[in-house]
């Protein structure tokens, strides 16, 4: 229960880091907070009993991805603020806010959140015998690994981790082209 | 092939003593951790992704605590494009071999199976030798390509050159 | 052939696996890129002929990867569907190559990315895994931005953070789409999604529910990525801003990949039972097409720019086979496939020539190309036979793909699309002959200089060297740089390009586009042939 | 209502920020700003994921090396959400590029004033 509340709590948080992030005006303060919506995202995802993406998420997105950010920042020029939060922009406001109001119609459908009578465990769908059910029982005498989230990575879905492995060679390469230099600079 | 070595940004970092005391201290325990995610994903929570960006971040704390230029001096752009070329071989060659033995890509068991090493480390692998040196060298890419930006090596001629969009005019500074 | 399966991993590795030889090379060795390319590509090319000859006499080849049963790690399939778009996208990959030895862009970062996208692509083409395709959209995605960013103007880097944005929300999109058929499944393989299709469709309720809400997803982060009206904004500029040797890649396969992405999405992990059961799905994505078809074709009409009129006429054509793919019947299925093969061959043929033409002649919009049938007789007579084949006159790869659409339509008793077919021919009429008549029978003006900013001085040291650098001698590349950034003063100055610019093989890939587009008219008949297994065993599951 | 949106806080939460990211990209002329929107966009899509695998008193997926493993979270989730966290990284520093190139040859990251720019080239 005080999981739950926790997490509830975290939720709030996520979201207001998320509306600050979206109105403030100056870059540099959008960033910061942006890297605490990072954060609380990663708390999020140990109570989620994920610590591998909340490593990921913290080391990943709040690390890197800020480090990126303010760079491009210190690159770049920082326009001088007059106002603390930009002018709302209500048709967008309208648009966006009929976009997410579609997408609620969508929740009474979904599973809730941790049941375990869901088709991913092989009840209510058609598999009964699911990947997740498998990876589950089958990791260690497989791999012999124990971390379930590795072997899954490394050898179930290898090919996934070698796309993604490419991925970050074609990001390299792909800043290297954008910015016209020919070795790794 | 060589671009012009000057890199104008030293307004991005700040000499102060207690960043510098404070990095030096840090540094060894970031890259220690890196490399231990890296090695010990399999059992606990943690991987080579983790290990390799938290080795990469390391060198750009170095960055961010000595200046830009002098640390791209210390990390040679040979030994970052080794990093890469290296981990994409690496992964690669490891889903060959396995193929040479009579498996599937990357089927470790047909490692297993010749030399009768085990699986876990058909694993370790790719992600010790594959990804973690990827991570690591592209993370410093990112950032010291972009902490170079962009220098337009043309006269200044936008509507000539907006037009023609073919053949970057790569070294001719040279 | 038992050990053809072994080829599919190797499709995706080897180009992957070559991408890094040009940076490693490039430590020590100046310019190595475009010899490694070319074996790679050709080799490939080799490979997947000899995988192709295997699939279509003995049917599907599937590689288990790492050797785990399907259901627990990933697959690649080569049927005779993703086999084709296989052969399309490493032929197109190699024959481009014949442009860029001298047509540029070069550089050793420039041929790495060149190999990730082809590596990508085939990729795309040959999974078998939901989110496997969602790692192959981005490697793709990350390619094509990174291509047309290699462009020297700076319009060239907007259009591509513009694509970056929304090919980025696209593949978002279809990343929640494949999160709610996890959700509504728990698997990710779309051969088993197939299998298992019918009986979620015969158990209705929260799960059905949940696969709608993944289609909408699915559809929407798609018709993003093939560029389908409204969402197709990014498409012109992007494929107007990227370097003359960039543009027929991207035209010719990029688009050409995601559509193939969305039909093996709709028909292999859907099926022709779910599209056509869920209410009004059918409806909205003919009609999503088909206003595609008549935006894109009006728009290309009205433009000056003639990349920028390639562009929208590539809106137009990929609209038509989103179109054929919300028919559900047999005919338009195959129709839709060979009007994409045929849509690949005839836009890498076109933008080829463009460049050409640009570089040659010094025109890039419609009025420029007055007089070039006199001046440039045989790229001026490839671009005609192209843009006859693209308006759909047979025999020709434009007509039999529109031929099998239109005959899809009356069979689903669709009949607007038949309409709609009609009047995008009329369209394409009109802006081709646009283009023929300048080509053909308005006079070569004497030009005034076209651009009058352009400083005389900046490459004037170069106007002797041309002559000698042009015939490509092994060590120019740098300076045949030259030649191709100069050819634009010199058409400043004289109001002509610089024909020396061209090289043989840049002339051969037009031509080469112009008859495989004549012949692939001849060759629908076989190609029906060829892709009836696939349709025939879709619509019989 | 309010129990629907208890259990399935995660979802609704995702949605939000699915909508606060799209509101970024729309409303936001300035383009580090647009790109953080795109980011956010995708993060919400981690939370979906890592939202699906949960399962309410259950463990990490560490499995024991001996015995009958008791209620995990399901580990594919995770590897999809890992995977798309480099994607984003990736998609994002090659956006960051091109928004340092756009500076340098326009001098300018909102895209108001670059569109005046562009109009009068």
């Known amino acids: 229960m005080i999981e739950t509340a926790v997490a509830y709590t975290l939720a709030i948080f996520i979201l207001l880091a998320a509306v600050a992030t979206a109105l403030f005006r100056d870059v540099l303060s959008a960033i910061v907070v942006f890297g605490a919506y990072s954060l609380g995202m990663a708390i999020l995802y140990t109570f989620l009993l994920a610590p591998d993406v909340a490593m990921t998420e913290a080391a990943i997105g709040a690390g890197v991805t800020t480090i990126l950010l303010l760079l491009t920042i210190a690159r770049t020029t920082r326009p001088s603020t007059d106002r603390l939060f930009e002018r709302i922009n209500v048709p967008a406001v309208i648009v966006v806010g009929a976009f997410v109001l579609v997408l609620g119609t969508l929740l009474p459908d979904m599973y809730a959140v941790g049941t375990e009578s869901a088709p991913i465990w092989g009840e209510q769908g058609v598999l009964t015998e699911t990947p997740s059910l498998y990876y589950i029982e089958n990791t260690f005498s497989d791999t012999g690994a124990q971390n379930a989230v590795s072997a899954v990575l490394a050898s179930y879905r290898g090919f996934d981790t070698f796309g993604e492995a490419v991925v970050v060679f074609a990001a390299a390469i792909a800043v290297l082209l954008v910015l016209k230099r020919e070795v790794f600079t | 092939m060589s671009q012009p070595d000057s890199y104008t940004n030293s307004d991005t970092y700040s000499e102060s003593q207690v960043i510098l005391t404070s990095v030096r201290i840090i540094a060894p325990f970031t890259l220690t951790y890196g490399m231990f995610l890296s090695l010990h994903g399999a059992d606990t929570p943690g991987g080579s992704f983790q290990g390799g960006a938290i080795i990469g971040v390391t060198v750009l704390m170095l960055a961010f605590a000595f200046g830009i230029d002098p640390t791209r001096k210390w990390v040679k752009s040979s030994f970052i494009a080794g990093l890469i070329t290296g981990g994409v071989t690496i992964f690669i060659a490891t889903g060959l071999f396995t193929m040479a033995l009579g498996g599937n890509f990357l089927e470790y068991d047909a490692i297993a199976d010749t030399f009768g090493i085990a699986h876990y480390w058909g694993m370790e692998a790719i992600e010790v030798g594959g990804v973690a040196l990827i991570v690591a060298g592209a993370v410093m890419t990112l950032f010291f390509a972009t902490a170079a930006g962009f220098t337009p090596e043309r006269h200044g001629n936008d509507t000539d050159s907006a037009r023609s969009g073919s053949g970057p005019e790569v070294g001719r500074d040279d | ?541 | 209502m309010i129990e629907l949106l208890a259990s399935r806080y995660a979802y609704a939460l995702m949605f939000v920020l699915m909508g606060v990211g799209m509101y970024m990209m729309i409303a936001n002329q300035n383009l580090v700003k647009k790109l953080i929107g795109v980011n956010l966009f995708q993060t919400a899509i981690f939370l979906f994921f890592v939202a699906v695998a949960y399962v309410e008193g259950g463990s990490a997926p560490i499995v024991p090396t001996e015995g009958a493993p008791g209620a995990m979270a399901s580990p594919l989730p995770h590897v999809i959400v890992l995977t798309a966290i480099v994607v984003g990284i990736a998609l994002t520093a090659v956006g960051l590029a091109l928004i340092v190139r756009i500076h340098s040859e326009y001098g300018t990251l909102r895209e108001d004033t670059l569109r005046e720019v562009r109009a009068d080239e």
């Open chain 3, 1 to 541: 052939m038992s050990n053809a399966d072994l080829i599919l991993p190797l499709l995706v590795a080897v180009p992957i696996l070559m991408a890094t030889a040009p940076i490693a090379l490039g430590l020590r060795f100046d310019r190595t890129g475009w010899s490694v390319t070319a074996l790679t590509t050709t080799g490939l090319l080799a490979a997947t002929a000899y995988l192709a000859s295997a699939v279509y006499s003995e049917g599907m080849v599937t590689h288990e990867l790492g050797g785990w049963p399907r259901e627990f790690g990933i697959q690649l399939v080569a049927d005779e569907f993703s086999t084709l778009i296989a052969l399309l996208v490493i032929a197109t990959a190699t024959a481009v190559l014949a442009y860029m030895r001298v047509g540029g862009p070069r550089g050793n970062t420039f041929y790495a990315g060149y190999l990730l996208l082809t590596g990508g692509l085939l990729g795309l083409s040959l999974t078998g895994d939901v989110f496997n395709m969602f790692v192959f959209l981005e490697i793709v995605g990350l390619a094509t931005y990174a291509l047309i960013a290699s462009g020297d103007g700076p319009e060239s880097a907007v259009s591509a953070l513009k694509y970056l944005i929304l090919g980025t929300v696209g593949a978002s999109l279809y990343l929640i789409g494949v999160g709610f058929i996890f959700m509504a499944t728990g698997t990710l393989n779309m051969q088993v999604l197939s299998e298992i299709m019918p009986e979620v469709l015969a158990q209705g309720g929260q799960n059905l529910v949940l696969m709608q809400a993944a289609f909408a997803f699915i559809f929407v982060g798609f018709a993003l990525k093939v560029a389908q009206w409204p969402l197709h904004t990014w498409q012109p500029d992007a494929y107007q801003h990227a370097p003359d040797g960039v543009t027929p890649v991207i035209a010719a396969l990029v688009s050409t990949a995601y559509a193939y992405a969305l039909g093996r999405l709709m028909y292999t992990v859907f099926g022709p039972e779910f599209l056509t059961s869920t209410p009004y799905l059918t409806e909205i994505v003919v009609t999503v097409g088909c206003l595609s078809v008549l935006a894109g074709s009006t728009l290309a009409v009205i433009q000056t720019d003639v990349k920028r009129m390639f562009a929208y006429s590539s809106v137009a054509q990929f609209g038509l086979v989103v179109a054929a793919f919300g028919l559900v019947t047999e005919t338009a299925l195959i129709g839709a496939i060979i009007h994409l093969i045929g849509h690949a061959v005839m836009k890498a043929g076109l933008f080829a020539a463009a460049g050409v033409i640009a570089v040659s002649y010094g025109a890039r919009t419609v009025n420029e190309y007055a007089g070039l049938a006199d001046n440039r007789p045989f790229v001026a007579g490839g671009t005609a036979l192209l843009l006859i084949a693209l308006i759909g006159i047979p025999p020709s790869a434009g007509f039999i793909g529109k031929w099998y659409i239109a005959v899809g339509s009356v069979q689903a008793e669709m009949w607007p699309v038949a309409v709609v077919i009609l009047l995008s021919t009329m369209l394409t009429l009109a802006y081709s002959a646009r283009l023929l008549e300048k080509m053909y029978f308005t006079p070569a003006t004497p030009v005034e200089s076209p651009h009058p900013s352009a400083p005389v001085a900046t490459d004037g040291g170069h106007e002797g060297e041309d002559g000698d650098d042009a015939h490509g001698s092994e060590h120019s590349d740098e300076s045949a740089g030259d030649v191709g950034a100069s050819a634009f003063t010199d058409a400043g100055r004289i109001g002509r390009g610089n024909p020396e610019a061209v090289s043989l093989g840049m002339l051969t890939l037009v031509i080469v586009a112009a008859i495989v587009a004549v012949l692939l008219g001849f060759a629908g008949g076989e190609l029906y042939d060829l892709l009836d297994p696939f349709a025939t065993e879709v619509f019989n599951e």
